[in-house]
């Protein structure tokens, strides 16, 4: 791997081999043993791009703007060994970005979270500006809608290509995404494959792998079934035991970024062809809590409860357990916030409604309600925690609502601090 970035940045200095001529001696050394890979030294390499910031600021008298796309690629790809490529990239990234007067800002574009990537952890003032966060007074949605084709530009494309006909099939293909500010967009490499070859296809899959870390982890700690697993699951795990923790807060944020993550829009293109559309979100949900049925919970999937029957519970059949978690599920046909919010709401109420609440066991001290609205690749969630009033429970009211919560309140409540 070192190799190919040797390359790039060769390739780099090539294009300002102009300053050659005006750099000192001791300058110039180091930038002809850079652009002709001479140098066999990691530092000089790992500075090399600082040094370049440093040699335009003197010719020109201004600092630069550097743009680095797909930073995390090197770090997903680092089989083997993932620890020199940390300390390679940190050192690089913090030698542009930390406290250099030669670098005016840099542009990090990846799919690897920011706060998440140990080789930036040494910089100061990273600002994320990721396509799902929510609009708020610190203007982090603002480049939202640049993560893809609007489809006002999907539309000139398919003008110059004399294709217009083909909006609605792309549309359902490729509009794979909704960002924080309600502007659908478009997988681009897709957009274009499909219009060159005049084929609709699944061309990002196509086009590299979606690797992760979780191959070094194992490496290093030997290669134990278990630990794959527990590897691949942790995040799912973490968002559905928040519920089991009471924190509707972390489930409500979270989960609707988890499902925009694990979901194709092929499995949704394909689904609203059949009638299994209507039941996809159940199944999904269903799917994922399959890991809790055993000896200390039971998942019950439309069984009747009260005057209905709830999508999913979770009821505690060991004694020592005593929360129980009810889901309810709703599908929309508009991805307006306010409708699926609606939606989530209306859920709740047949919770309350249907009285799925009263045929519980009586060691259950504590129940979690989630409402779930579906559109598409897009969930909004509601939920609130109840606690037990009463030793008999005759009537709903018997439970105390002690927390509520929603898709997008926490983060709009922080934008006002």
């Known amino acids: 791997m070192l190799g190919k970035i040797k390359e790039r940045i060769s390739d780099l200095y090539g294009k300002h081999q102009y300053l050659i001529d005006i750099l000192p001696e001791y300058n110039k050394k180091d930038f002809v043993a850079v652009l002709d890979r001479e140098t066999t030294g990691v530092a000089l390499w790992s500075n090399a791009l600082s040094c370049l910031a440093r040699y335009l600021n003197e010719c020109f008298g201004k600092s630069s703007v550097i743009l680095i796309d797909e930073y995390d690629w090197p770090m997903e790809n680092s089989r083997g060994f993932y620890d020199k490529s940390d300390d390679f990239f940190r050192t690089m990234y913090s030698s542009i970005a930390k406290e250099n007067r030669n670098v005016d800002k840099i542009l990090f574009v990846g799919t690897f979270p920011l706060r998440q990537s140990s080789f930036l952890s040494g910089l100061n003032n990273v600002v994320a500006y990721p396509m799902h966060e929510r609009p708020n007074h610190s203007g982090r949605a603002i480049f939202s809608d640049t993560f893809g084709f609007t489809e006002e530009e999907i539309k000139h494309l398919l ?79 973490e968002i559905y035991e928040s519920l089991f923790k009471k924190d509707i807060v972390t489930f409500c944020n979270k989960f609707p970024l988890l499902y925009m993550e694990l979901m194709s829009c092929f499995d949704i293109a394909g689904l609203k062809k ?70 989530t709401k209306v859920a709740l109420d047949q919770i309350f409604d249907k009285c799925y609440r009263m045929s519980l066991p009586n060691h259950v001290k504590e129940i979690v309600e989630v409402g779930i609205a579906f559109c598409d690749k897009v969930a909004f969630v509601s939920a609130r925690c109840l606690k037990r009033k009463k030793e008999i429970i005759t009537k709903n009211e018997d439970w105390e609502v002690v927390s509520e919560w929603e898709t997008g309140k926490f983060i709009a409540n922080c934008a006002l601090h």
């Open 159 to 237: 003008e110059k290509k004399h294709q217009n006909k083909k909006l609605k099939e792309l549309r359902l293909y490729y509009n794979g995404y909704r960002t924080s500010t309600g502007v659908h967009i478009y997988n681009p490499h897709s957009v274009i494959s499909c219009l060159e070859k005049n084929e609709i296809d699944n061309y990002w899959i196509n086009s590299g792998s979606a690797t992760t870390f979780d191959q070094d982890v194992i490496e290093s700690v030997g290669q134990d079934e278990s630990v794959v697993i527990g590897m691949e699951y942790t995040k799912t795990n």
């Open 274 to 343: 059949g009638k299994l559309h209507e039941t996809w979100y159940h199944i999904f949900v269903l799917g994922t809590l399959a890991m809790y049925h055993g000896v200390e919970y039971r998942v019950e999937s439309n069984r009747e409860a009260g005057d209905g029957r709830p999508d999913v519970r979770i009821i505690p059949i060991n004694q020592n357990k005593t929360d129980s978690i009810t889901y309810e599920f709703k599908r929309t046909e508009n991805e307006d916030s306010d409708i699926m919010k609606h939606a």
